[in-house]
């Protein structure tokens, strides 16, 4: 699966953020979603959007190496090696990385497709097929 997203097609409703927090983390908090959606200031009503595109940039800042390539190419952060020391979050391009507040680990996206199957507007596609809207 190779995430794709389309700012112009954003509406801001954070269905994929909150989508993504309950498929992983089990709560309704956009906190812990791994999609990124950012007003584009000053014009109102647009949003920058973002998902991981594999780009390995947490990877590589990590100062533990607490972050692993997975067999999907996505990356997963072990949380027995995370210090939750934050440089992954400042690195990465597409501000998908987040910090769970609770045990200060970081965590990114795992390729589970979710926020494509939810997406209202076909903002974020699976560029493979694989994942389609429900």
Not at 12 to 30: F, I, Q, R
Not at 33 to 48: A, H, Q
Not at 87 to 104: A, F, G, H, L, Y
């Amino acid at each position: 699966m190779r995430l794709c997203s389309y700012s112009d097609r954003c509406s801001g409703c954070k269905v994929c953020v909150l989508t993504c927090a309950l498929s992983n983390h089990g709560l309704n908090n956009p906190k812990l979603g791994s999609v990124s959606i950012l007003p584009r200031f000053p014009e109102p009503g647009l949003f920058e959007l973002g998902v991981c595109t594999k780009c390995g940039a947490c990877r590589d800042a990590c100062p533990v190496g607490a972050i692993q390539e997975q067999a999907n190419g996505f990356y997963r952060v072990d949380p027995s090696l995370c210090v939750g020391c934050g440089v992954c979050v400042e690195e990465c391009p597409q501000k998908v990385i987040r910090m769970i507040p609770e045990s200060n680990v970081a965590f990114t996206c795992v390729g589970c497709g979710e926020c494509v199957k939810y997406c209202p507007k076909e903002a974020i596609v699976d560029l493979d097929g694989e994942v389609k809207r429900v």
